[in-house]
């Protein structure tokens, strides 16, 4: 009923002030109702690494009603129907083995201190109920995405630490190698496969993630390692800001045969809005960025697509979706497409949200699962820059153990040198 008075009140309007003049007026009127009854979930936006970047997390210093040197803001938001966004924690690959955890921890707590400053504006959120909760209240469901496996340091209890603090997804790699993962430059043949995928601790990460209840995030992996956690994962994964691979052959994208394999698992796929992505070229339009919805619709189905667009990680943007108040025309485009009203609710959010809920549905049929309590081995991760506290107990006993036979011989040595 709701639903229809919304409906009525956005066609009067239009009508009243002659704004119909097309079938395009109507296709964007129809996208704003759909979006007043299903939240546009974005997976990818990086508006907190700008705040890092452009104001060293100073958020005091910052007006986001006003700001506009960034993709997003408040107004734009709300131009933008944006109804949850997975705002990313992330830290370049450059902080791998130095201080990613802390530079991580900060980005977690510039994003719950911009939840805190606008109340008004953003609701912080960790799970499906909690973006619906949102919706209901006309904010903006804000979870949190770290991205790049360099950021946990190969620790087990860091990635349940960030799970407390908020963390709902992790990107397995970012434009690096982990100790555990191969990331997606491997695939170009700019970088070495370091472990053939993944490597067994990274196969533990992956169980512990779905116990934890935590989703998968497969951009910026390997082809390889899509495969492995598609085998290995009890829970559906997403890829957060990638394309298709067959629209355009960068291996950011994915490829036909994973898309089937991510339908079949349930998972789901973001498009990403990045020109780099959508065309291989450096200019797009947002009809290219149609395209690769209409291929991942064509491959696998509508119920695994959705919006990832990257705002603010990127720096080539297609015609028409220059920034977060955008996007209702790429919605208003795929209805011109022939979409139908279900289809794109499904892209919208409800394929997130059908997501994100059967990864607590196997959150929950795990509780009885202890944490994984088994660390990487020291030599996996070794470096001047890290310690082996923990560690030194085998290590001592294993020092020991050799330190009997050695003193051994250094006993006889010296009774013979007496006898002499």
């Not at 129907?81 to 083995?97: D, H, T």
């Not at 970012?174 to 191969?182: K, Q």
């Not at 011989?409 to 040198?417: A, E, P, W, Y």
Request: charged share 20%; hydrophobic share 40%.
């Amino acid at each position: 009923m709701l639903s229809n008075v919304i409906s009525t009140v956005i066609l009067a309007l239009w009508g009243s002030s002659g704004a119909f003049t097309s079938a395009e007026d109507l296709h964007f009127a129809r996208a704003l109702q759909l979006m007043s009854e299903t939240p546009l979930i974005d997976g990818h936006n990086d508006l907190p690494w700008q705040l890092r970047i452009q104001f060293n997390n100073e958020l005091n210093k910052v007006n986001l009603t006003t700001l506009e040197t960034t993709h997003t803001n408040i107004p734009k938001i709300k131009t933008g129907r944006l109804g949850a966004q997975f705002w990313s924690a992330y830290v370049p690959c450059g902080a791998q083995y130095k201080d990613a955890v802390r530079q991580t921890l900060e980005q977690i707590d510039v994003i719950h201190r911009m939840c805190q400053k606008y109340p008004e504006t953003f609701m912080f959120a960790t799970s499906s109920q909690d973006i619906m909760e949102a919706f209901g209240m006309n904010k903006t469901a804000s979870l949190i995405g770290v991205e790049g496996g360099h950021s946990i340091d190969s620790s087990l209890g860091t990635l349940r630490t960030m799970y407390q603090l908020g963390v709902r997804y992790l990107t397995l790699t970012h434009s690096c190698n982990t100790p555990w993962a191969d990331n997606w430059l491997v695939d170009t043949g700019s970088e070495p496969s370091q472990h053939n995928g993944l490597s067994p601790f990274g196969k533990q990460l992956i169980s512990e993630m779905n116990r934890l209840g935590m989703l998968i995030d497969l951009a910026h992996v390997t082809v390889t390692v899509m495969n492995q956690v598609l085998d290995l994962s009890e829970a559906p994964v997403i890829f957060s800001h990638s394309s298709a691979y067959s629209i355009c052959p960068n291996k950011r994208n994915v490829p036909d045969d994973v898309l089937q394999r991510v339908k079949k698992t349930g998972g789901i796929v973001m498009v990403n809005f990045y020109n780099d992505y959508v065309t291989c070229n450096k200019a797009a339009k947002l009809s290219d960025v149609a395209d690769h919805f209409d291929h991942i619709k064509k491959v696998a189905g509508a119920d695994i697509v959705g919006f990832g667009g990257d705002y603010d990680g990127v720096t080539r943007l297609p015609e028409g979706l220059e920034d977060v108040s955008k996007v209702p025309n790429l919605v208003a485009e795929l209805l011109r497409r022939g979409w139908t009203d279900e289809e794109v609710k499904d892209a919208l959010g409800n394929n997130l949200l059908r997501v994100l809920r059967q990864v607590e549905n196997v959150r929950d049929s795990l509780k009885a699962k202890s944490p994984d309590d088994v660390p990487i081995p020291y030599e996996e991760v070794e470096s001047s820059c890290r310690t082996s506290y923990g560690y030194l107990n085998n290590g001592a006993a294993h020092s020991l153990s050799m330190l009997a036979p050695l003193l051994t011989v250094t006993l006889q040595l010296l009774i013979t040198l007496s006898d002499a």
